[in-house]
């Protein structure tokens, strides 16, 4: 009886008017939870942060004071804000699409006819038909059932699957795992269990992320001290000013504000979180475009720290399309079974059985007569038990796994039935038995599902399975990559066996999963021994999945079948196939859409690719989050007056660190995973931070000393601050490749351009800092960026041990580097640090010449001194026989040498110096070109991005 009071017949279910009813009425499932983030959680996420709060603050209240000059952060932080939720609505709209194609499919049995519909097209009162992998698109009451069982564990934490009974309520998320049975919809849409509680039913845990944690963890400590470290920052600027109350008479009180806001703006990683975010979205996208859906971003990161495997066989290893092979018939036991009349039969109504699994499936092409049997009871296969049976009046048939329906008799090679079992499933193929027991099962026998006594062997049947083309190649990739590998599978452990060692698994014949221990701790030390196992059922492969993950592996899991989905649910990272299960669908984190197992290293290139470009523009970040906050504390506890404004803090936070790093974040990085991002970033960004901080505070003390003004002082500081920081962001690019380096030539360019140009340098308050000043900062910045180097020195010798104590240091040594490549790094190197001094002396001529001539002069030191840099960024390149790297600073050194001959050209810059730099520099562009070195570099068209 329905809702409305007609009775729907569970063969008939509604017909057209009924459905077209219940439309109108609006009793459809058309509620849809989105596949994805929602477009509010991307708008949330990007926009509604703590830290925006805080810059949009400080934004407003610049503009209320009239330093709308100084607001620039503010447009970057909308610029981060619009850029982040534009990426990661396409990547959405991307993964929003794939899902929506490749929805699995409802069925409902609609004018007494089976038919598909989307899940959400579904109505009230509709008849559901459900089979084994079939997920239940909304609430329902079962109507008929034979052998109905639910997994519901999703929805209600119940690791145990339900039996369901005709009148037993079945909820919409769950997953049939064993029989069939139909069911009437009793709620729709927002309505139903699983909707009520979306994020419970959908989304069953968060996965963890390093990557998320840490930032989040830097987010925090950064929250907790720009309170304390402002209010400190504007009480000294207060104080520099003559006091709280001279500088609000005064008028002055908003400089001192303008300073505060500078330090606290400064102190915040916000590009980080947008970087992140960028990431994981962009990550998701390129991954969508290979048919790799991704249902939650941080999957992408996290299936580059898996270190184990496990893989189920059908499906993953072998393409899952079986293949009947043949019946092998055995001598019946004294007599007690008809051969010729009964197993044809039999096998005819597996085939076409309406529950039939993928195996029983294929039975019907080659036994297609399936009327002659008479069913008077079935009892439907089940993963966990592995046999089927179906009774007539003549007696009972069973089909399923030898093993499982006659015990060790089917692995004795000394019987018989015992040996041509063993023998068959060495070969590799799928081994399955159809035995006969001469009594019909009883209603009683068929419920409690027991196998019917006087079970006889009648007929072995074989099935043969292709194995895919790409398994060994990936296999071999991640055996490479260190990433241990476990082929877990219901089948024979001999068949099992056999086909791992036709991927290239060196492994003498598989282990019985019905021995395996439950104790968690003994079952782990089995898996950490064996590779291959079999005859496993879906409770032990998601005990096996927990046992390796107490063992401190971080676990993905494939597979396609109903049977895998509690094991890719518990999993690091459930991995499952297309063609596979929706169950199995369902609650994986990633589904390869085309089913190539070929996909998965390019899964774990990008998650890598997003860990390593994330650790290294951290480092940018982080350094400075050390330096400001260090420069809020010591110029608050010393009251003096802040060394910048907050637009030019713009300035360096820009091209130095916000506008490269949206580049780097993104380029392809196949540096393989080390735990302990966060430590590793750190021990570079604080050193560098405390490098450049005190840099900076030395500066502007002697500055001091040497009474330059205020605005000549922050000038200073910015310069000082520029040139370090693009030094940063060379260091941590390296090693070059054509893109790097025209990314921070490009940034090199624009700090050029701001401090030169008039327009600029007005709109930044940047003023000429005098001889003085100039020669001063000179003398701090040089230090400065050899220490920075220092620190990047010590910073992968770090970085290297961390790799030795991961176990990931069995990269061949490299080879020696020729003397004669040695002599022209070298000999870059001179070239490099003297073209860096000529550009630093002819800036300082610049207060030696007519003020018509400054301009020229300073662009013509500056060019030097840049390209200087340049040269000494790249030439690390040239002793690995980097071909690019020649090139480039060949091209840089002609640059150089050409300005140099500008300089010798006019009579009050020419000096000895430029003279040297001059031959220097040419013999410097000659030699790497001529033998014995010219054999040594590679190919200009074999460097590559991840070079």
């Known amino acids: 009886m329905t809702s409305s009071g007609v009775q729907v017949g569970p063969a008939i279910g509604l017909d057209a008017a009924a459905v077209a009813a219940r439309v109108a009425d609006g009793r459809v499932n058309a509620y849809r939870a989105d596949a994805s983030r929602s477009a509010w959680s991307i708008v949330r996420a990007n926009v509604f942060t703590l830290f925006n709060a805080i810059v949009f603050a400080c934004f407003g209240i610049l503009f209320v004071i009239g330093r709308w000059q100084d607001a620039l952060f503010g447009f970057a932080a909308i610029g981060n804000a619009v850029i982040g939720s534009f990426q990661e609505f396409r990547a959405k709209r991307a993964l929003d699409r794939l899902a929506l194609l490749n929805a699995a499919q409802a069925r409902v049995r609609r004018d007494g006819a089976e038919v598909e519909i989307p899940p959400g097209e579904v109505v009230e009162d509709d008849i559901l038909v459900l089979r084994a992998g079939d997920q239940i698109p909304a609430d329902a009451e079962v109507v008929t059932a034979r ?109 001192a504000v303008t300073a505060a806001i500078a330090s606290i703006t400064a102190m915040i990683p916000l590009g980080l979180v947008l970087m992140t975010s960028i990431a994981f979205a962009v ?50 036991a004294g007599g007690a079974v008809d051969a010729a009349s009964g197993w044809r039969d039999a096998l005819a109504w597996y085939g076409a059985a309406p529950d039939a699994n993928a195996t029983a499936r294929v039975l019907a092409d080659a036994f297609p007569d399936a009327d002659r049997l008479q069913a008077t009871a079935t009892i439907p296969f089940s993963s966990a038990r592995k046999w089927s049976a179906v009774s007539e009046a003549s007696g009972t048939w069973v089909m399923g796994a030898p093993e499982m329906v006659f015990g060790d008799a089917a692995t004795d090679d000394t019987g018989d039935f015992g040996r041509r079992v063993t023998e068959l499933a060495a070969t590799g193929r799928r081994t399955l038995v159809l035995a006969h027991a001469p009594a019909s099962l009883i209603p009683a026998e068929a419920e409690a599902e027991t196998l019917p006594a006087g079970l006889v062997p009648v007929v072995l049947l074989t099935f043969r399975e292709q194995i895919r083309p790409d398994a060994a190649q990936t296999l071999e990739y991640f055996r490479q990559q260190g ?34 221990p439950t104790d968690e701790a003994e079952l782990g030390k089995i898996l950490d021994a064996h590779e291959v196992f079999g005859r496993v059922t879906p409770e032990q492969k998601k005990g096996m999945v927990t ?120 380029m392809p990085n196949a540096r393989r995973y080390v735990p302990g991002f966060l430590p590793r970033s750190l021990s570079f960004a604080v050193p560098a931070g405390l490098i450049i901080a005190t840099g900076l505070t030395t500066y502007s003390l002697l500055a001091r000393s040497l009474e330059v003004p205020q605005p000549q002082l922050r000038t200073g500081t910015t310069i000082i601050l520029a040139i370090v920081g693009i030094w940063v962001l060379a260091v941590l690019s390296r090693p070059l490749n054509r893109y790097k380096v025209l990314i921070v030539g490009a940034m090199f360019v624009g700090l050029v351009i701001i401090f030169t140009v008039p327009l600029s340098t ?97 662009l013509l030191g500056a060019g030097i001194a840049l390209f200087g840099l340049m040269i000494l960024a790249a030439a690390a390149g040239m002793r690995r026989g980097s071909g690019l790297l020649r090139l480039l600073v060949s091209v840089y050194l002609v640059i150089v040498v050409g300005l140099t001959v500008l300089v010798l050209a006019d009579s009050r810059l020419s000096n000895l110096w430029a003279t040297g730099v001059a031959v220097i520099g040419v013999v410097a562009i000659v030699l790497p070109w001529l033998p014995p070195a010219s054999r040594f570099f590679s190919r200009l068209r074999d460097s590559s991005m991840t070079a």
């Not at 941080?298 to 189920?312: F, K």
Request: aromatic share 6%.
């Open 147 to 255: 052998g109905l069982q639910v997994d519901e564990s999703m929805l209600t934490g119940e690791s145990d699957a339900v039996d369901k009974l005709p009148g037993s309520e079945v909820l919409s998320g769950s997953i049939v795992v064993a029989g069939e049975g139909a069911a009437r919809v009793t709620k729709v849409g927002a309505d139903s269990y699983a909707n009520r509680f979306a994020d419970e039913a959908k989304k069953f845990s968060l996965m963890r992320s390093e990557l998320r944690s840490s930032i989040d963890r830097v987010l925090r400590w950064v929250s907790f001290a720009i309170a304390p470290v402002g209010i400190l920052v504007l009480n000294a600027q207060m104080q520099v000013m003559g006091g709280w109350g001279a500088a609000f008479s005064s008028g002055r009180w908003t400089d």
């Open 283 to 332: 990550g998701a996208a390129k991954l969508a475009s290979q048919q790799v859906l991704v249902n939650e971003l941080p999957a992408v990161e996290g299936l580059a720290r898996v270190d184990l495997i496990c893989l189920d066989k059908t499906g993953t290893l072998t393409v899952g399309d079986i293949a009947f092979d043949a019946a092998h018939e055995l001598p019946a």
């Open 483 to 516: 990433v241990s590998i476990r082929i877990i599978s219901g089948d024979n452990p001999r068949t099992v066996a056999a086909i791992a060692r036709e991927v290239g698994l060196d492994v003498a014949e598989g282990y019985d999963a019905r021995t395996l």
């Open 547 to 666: 046992a390796l993950q107490a063992r401190g592996h971080t676990v993905a899991m494939t597979g396609d079948g109903v049977n895998d989905a509690l094991a890719i649910k518990t999993a690091d990272i459930g991995i499952a196939m297309n063609s596979g299960a929706a169950a199995t669908k369902a609650v994986a984190r990633l589904v390869l859409l085309d089913g190539q197992f070929s996909h998965l290293p390019a899964v774990v290139a990008q998650g890598r690719q997003v860990i390593a470009n994330i650790e290294r523009v951290s480092m940018l970040f982080l350094t400075k989050t050390v330096y400001a906050t260090t420069l809020a504390v010591v110029f608050g506890a010393l009251l003096l007056e802040f060394p910048f404004l907050p637009r030019q803090l713009s300035i360096t936070d820009g091209l130095t660190i916000g506008i490269p790093a949206f580049f780097l974040a993104l």
């Open 762 to 858: 007005a709109f930044f308050d940047l003023r000429d800092p005098g001889e003085d000043a100039a020669v001063l900062l000179t003398l701090v910045a040089i230090p400065m960026i050899a220490a920075i180097e220092v620190v990047r020195f010590f910073h992968r010798r770090f970085l290297t041990r961390a790799l030795a104590a991961a176990g990931l240091d069995s990269a061949a040594a490299p080879a020696p580097t020729p003397p004669a490549i040695t002599v022209a790094a070298v000999l870059a190197y001179v070239a490099a640090l003297a073209a860096t001094g000529l550009g630093l002396i002819v800036l300082l001529a610049r207060y030696d010449v007519p003020d018509d001539d400054v301009l020229r002069v300073s």
